[in-house]
């Protein structure tokens, strides 16, 4: 088996931020349109949902800089890039929060693959941050899985039945 490269945790990390921005955009867009008589806590979870997602995006493009390649950055680049599949729900809390968590889980997948990659290239500062972004994810996972009846003790986190 041959040695990951600096190349491929960049096109990871690549994939990991298109896919970051636009379930952040998902989840603003949920903030924004969320209706219902639960519509405060929802508007308040999504919001915190996006702007943690926002404090994702400038250090894994930089992450990418570090490894020596340009980051995406054009709304091409990150629809090519991404795993997110945003479908248009009706303003249901609910259903908000099914879509958005199947798409996180999405997205976490390709987490750990560039996490992998990071710590077999003994990049521990990429690890580092990829675990810790890692850890937020599953903690989201946990909270939309909670909210919409998923109980974490049949789910793991990348939605697979134990």
């Keep these: 088996m041959m040695e990951p490269t600096n190349q ?12 970051s921005v636009a379930l952040k955009f998902l989840a603003q867009g949920y ?16 919001g915190e949902i996006y702007e943690d997602l926002e404090t994702s995006i400038d250090p894994l493009a930089e992450n990418i800089r570090k490894l020596g390649f340009d980051a995406p950055f054009t709304l091409e680049d990150y629809i090519a890039l991404s795993c997110v599949d945003a479908k248009q729900t009706n303003s249901d809390p609910i259903a908000m929060s099914s879509v958005l968590y199947m798409n996180l889980l999405n997205v976490h997948e390709k987490y750990i693959a560039a996490f992998d990659i990071a710590n ?3 990049k521990q500062g990429i690890a580092d941050f990829l675990a810790g972004r890692i850890d937020q994810n599953e903690k989201w996972a946990w909270q939309l899985g909670t909210t919409i009846g998923v109980d974490a003790t049949q789910v793991n986190v990348i939605g697979i039945e134990d």
């Design 8 to 19: 491929e945790l960049a096109e990871k990390l690549s994939y990991v931020l298109g896919s």
């Design 120 to 122: 077999a290239l003994n």
């Design 31 to 46: 903030h924004w349109n969320v209706k219902g008589p639960e519509f405060y806590q929802f508007h308040e979870f999504f």
